[in-house]
């Protein structure tokens, strides 16, 4: 795997929230994005849960590591089938990104999850925080393929104040610290943005977080 590119200033979106544009460079993207449709090939492959509702997510979600289901983790998916284990590409990555938000190494759990989200033209995330883990070390976000935008709020609410940002292809975004429980979610994507490059229709996010489990 290439190594990441550090061109692009970070951009401080909150207080422990950073954007840096551009920080995975073309072959890096093309890898990941081949080592995700691998991944998602079942079994335990790509889904959308049912929440607690009833509603449908319009995103299909991929879990490594932990399987997540609204709103929990296990280790076997509802029918009993294992979940894919956790990659140790994405661990590194989550490390080097960690640090590359912050300019020093992570001191927190080990990193041992990742949600792949798949957004195609009509898919949206609502807002919602990261609560499911032990661990509140920062969560690592890759974004790959169609741009999208990117709202994150703050730890008290859904509603206003929040920032939208541009996520592109090869963007990371790291949030912990006293942004960790900041409220996001993605409103819309912008279909055909994607670098040709990729084959990719649609946007894939990659989310590597220390879930604080044991067993």
Known sequence: ???????????????GAVHLPGWLDE??????????RAWARGPAGMRRHTMPRGGVMSVRMLSLGWHWQPYSYARTLPDGTP???FPGVLGDLAA?????????????????????????????????QDRDEASRAPVVSLSLGDACVFRF???ETRTRPY????????DLFVFGGPSR??????PRTRPGTAPPALGLDGRLNIT???SGLSG
């Open 1 to 15: 795997m290439s190594d990441a590119l550090f061109g692009s200033p970070p951009v401080e979106v909150a207080p």
């Open 27 to 36: 072959d890096t993207q093309a890898d990941l994005v081949r080592r995700c």
């Open 83 to 85: 979940v894919r284990p």
């Open 96 to 128: 080097r990104a960690v640090e590359a938000a912050y300019g020093a190494p992570p001191d927190t759990d080990p990193y041992d999850v990742a949600l792949v989200n798949f957004y195609d033209a009509g898919a949206r995330m609502g807002m919602h």
């Open 153 to 155: 709020g703050n730890t």
């Open 163 to 170: 920032t939208d940002v541009e996520l592109r292809s090869g």
């Open 181 to 186: 429980m900041a409220y996001h979610g993605v």
């Open 208 to 210: 590597i977080r220390a």
